[in-house]
């Protein structure tokens, strides 16, 4: 099977531009979960989807947000941009379900730069 | 609230000598997950382990073992007779029930094994 993959893998922008970014999970995988990795505040919990609805969010301004699609695939964009957003931003799949924990699959990560 | 501390920021090695990580979570509910993952310099998270809140069986897999003690609410990781591969960024983490995606990570331990 093929892992998460994260598109694009690198990326440049100016302060107060957006970006999105794209994760496709694993084949089968219906819950896809967006971390932001950054020196100062390490790994942390932006938001989970699951069957294109959004079932669990962290402490992130509305800048934030994502969506998933019906072929699980998710996206997330980050609106006005600033310097503290640059980070490594990681998606993990895991088949989903509600009562149970299903182990989640990291992929390589988009890293971000904010100029 | 639930929270992960990994007291060691970084640690130094010799190859061949044991060392062990440490982690310290808290958390309310009485059902939850802990994992380790290893990050090496290409970012992507490389899961280890997964261990449940009723499942406090020490397990071992090749030079890595795992020491889970609800008492003290640790969850340590030690690889014996370490080697060069081994250095990485290692991150324990915490899942409570239904939280679903939602992984609270340590600020990680990064481990230098020097030949």
């Known amino acids: 099977k093929a892992g998460v993959t994260q598109t694009p893998r690198y990326l440049i922008k100016t302060r107060g531009q957006q970006v999105t970014l794209s994760c496709s999970p694993i084949?089968?995988?219906?819950?896809v979960s967006w971390y932001q990795q950054t020196p100062g505040q390490g790994l942390q919990f932006l938001f989970e989807y699951f069957s294109e609805t959004q079932r669990n969010k962290g402490n992130f301004p509305g800048r934030f947000s994502g969506r998933q699609f019906s072929n699980s695939r998710s996206e997330m964009n980050v609106s006005t941009l600033e310097l503290g957003d640059s980070a490594l931003y990681l998606c993990?799949?895991?088949?989903?379900?509600?009562?149970?924990?299903?182990?989640?699959?990291f992929g390589p990560g988009t890293r971000l730069t904010v100029l | 609230a639930q929270k992960v501390t990994q007291a060691q920021t970084e640690i130094s090695v010799v190859e061949k000598e044991d060392v062990t990580l440490d982690c310290v979570y808290e958390?309310?509910?009485?059902?939850?997950?802990l994992f380790w993952y290893k990050q090496p310099p290409s970012g992507e998270l490389v899961f280890l382990i997964r261990r449940n809140s009723f499942d406090e069986q020490n397990e071992i897999s090749g030079r890595y073992s795992w020491n889970f003690q609800k008492s003290t609410s640790s969850f340590n990781f030690t690889i014996t007779a370490s080697q060069v591969v081994d250095s990485a960024v290692y991150f324990c983490a915490l899942s409570e029930q239904n939280q679903g995606g939602k992984l609270i990570f340590g600020q990680g331990t990064e481990l230098s094994v020097k030949p």
């Open positions: 993990a799949s895991s088949p989903g379900g509600t009562g149970l924990y299903n182990e989640q699959f």
């Open positions: 958390t309310r509910d009485t059902t939850y997950y």
């Open positions: 084949s089968g995988h219906r819950s």
